[in-house]
């Protein structure tokens, strides 16, 4: 499975396989596909990162990576960058078809 580098409190490496994202459904109580028709929230992009990183660091709870991205958007950082590093582990993790010629993610990700 493949991971992408993320840069928050340290470089962390994001992973969206299908537990992390099983985790992430049941979390959000919403399907793959509506989570990816979703608005860019806080919410949401604090239980995907949290589902993303907790297989490198099992001890991360959802009120932890909160504070991660307090810290990232306090320090400069924003929401876009981190909705950009999911995006690019859910295509990473090779469990969705991509269609190249799609202007966004929400019409680019096709369940295999």
């Not at 589902?51 to 320090?75: H, M, P, S, Y």
């Not at 400069?76 to 960058?81: V, W």
């Amino acid at each position: 499975m493949r991971t992408v580098l993320i840069e928050l409190d340290k470089p962390r490496q994001l992973r969206l396989e299908a537990n992390a994202i099983a985790d992430a459904e049941e979390k959000l109580g919403m399907g793959f596909g509506k989570i990816m028709k979703a608005e860019l929230s806080i919410a949401l992009v604090r239980v995907m990162l949290w589902a993303g990183l907790k297989w490198q660091d099992r001890a991360l709870t959802l009120e932890k990576v909160g504070n991660l991205i307090n810290n990232f958007l306090r320090n400069g950082g924003d929401i876009e960058y981190l909705g950009q590093k999911i995006s690019e582990a859910i295509i990473a993790s090779g469990l969705f078809k991509v269609d190249e010629d799609s202007p966004n993610l929400e019409t680019e990700i096709e369940e295999v």
